[in-house]
């Protein structure tokens, strides 16, 4: 395969494919265009748009206000945990935020940020929900945030998981090319953090995915390992009916007096990007305030009563529903 060499990203470049069409809304779903009507997008032109919006987004006082606002909540999370926070705050101190790390000591081959990051950051992140990046600016600018975190934080890309039902096989294989890993199962959020600290990259995902994920975790001992960046809880309840948040999404109902919610800087030029965004973590504090029989029901959501899911489902566990309910 030819290389593909973009500073300050080096990557692989894979063959050529067809792109995915632009992510449905929910409605659409059903109606998604066909992949032979798909223009062609080869690998070079996807990560030369990644790269162009990196170069964006750190010249932005978005970046470093959002980056600001998560080093606050990683660092109180650990805290808690009496976890040593030296590593953290010595990735955010040692990365610059308007240059690139340094690559003069980097080997052919290699990714800058991915050797300084090995074994000095407690994290691993997982990703869900990005959408296809390769066609849609909105989609690529919130990959591009999540690779400049990672750096950021120096959480290794290896020890990242992504995940969304829609990739195309050129957005799968550019995703790998960076070095990520690209999830073949689609676990419906799903995922226990097995004792490890995660964060959930989870933007403008259906309400039954983080649903799901606080299921995975409900225990004071899961909760308190895990951050979720996604949609604002205070969002979903205000949206949303007592009545229905209850019925259809009680781990979320259940877990909001036990959760810090950070909202994400708005500015114009990132509105759509990460409009109604926030940074969650859950403080033992306020996790053993809860009452005892907000842990003792813990009972798999089904969702079958469930108008507008927003998910896609595992199609050896519901067929029905996949083409009809989005991530």
Known sequence: MAAVALEPWQTAAPRKRRSAARRPQPREAAAAPSRDAEPEVDSGVVLRGIQKAREDLLLSDFWSSALETINGCLTKQLEQLKTPVEPLSGAFGNLHLDSPPDESNVAPGSIPGETLAMGTCPWKCVCYGIGNFSTCVIARNQLTFLLLFLEKCQIPRSHCWVYDPLFSQLEIAVLSSLRLIVLSENEEGKRSVCGEHTIFYMLHCGTALYNNLLWSNWSVDALSKMVIIGNSFKGLEERLLTRILHKNYGYIAKIL????????????????????????????????????????????????????????RNKTEDPSTTDSNLL
């Open 257 to 312: 007096k036990g959760l810090e919610e950070h909202q994400f800087p708005q500015t114009s030029q990132y509105t759509d990007v990460f409009n109604d965004t926030s940074i969650h973590w859950f403080p033992v504090q306020r996790l053993n305030q809860l009452s005892m029989d907000t842990w003792a029901f813990w009972e798999e959501p089904d969702y079958q009563d469930c108008e507008d899911l927003e998910i896609i």
